[in-house]
């Protein structure tokens, strides 16, 4: 049996790095019911409306510049990005 599961899209996460000035992933993959066509970060995007819990989770979590070993804290909406996954784009309902 296959259920269909709607069309949630999936977002791969990430972050403007101020070590590097490069963006990062910070492998992780969230879901939301409704989210970005391409990528924005989570301030542009949730400036005029309420941010789900799966999103908010995202602030002040620690990660890591793959460039510089260094260890950050994820502070600013305005550094979190979210990146549609292309499979979810090419399979959302119309
Ligand atoms: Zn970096």
């Known amino acids: 049996m296959i259920v269909v599961q709607g069309s949630m899209p999936a977002y791969e996460i990430y972050f403007h790095c101020a070590e590097c000035g490069r963006e990062h992933p910070i492998h992780l993959k969230i879901h939301l019911d409704y989210g970005p066509e391409q990528k924005q970060s ?5 400036s005029d409306r309420a941010m789900p819990p799966q999103a908010t989770i995202l602030r002040g979590r620690k990660v890591f510049c793959l460039k510089t070993g260094t260890t950050l804290k994820l ?6 990005f979210l990146l549609p996954l292309p499979a979810q784009l090419v399979s959302a309902e119309k």
């Open 75 to 80: 502070d600013n909406d305005d550094q979190i």
């Open 42 to 46: 989570l301030a542009h995007f949730f």
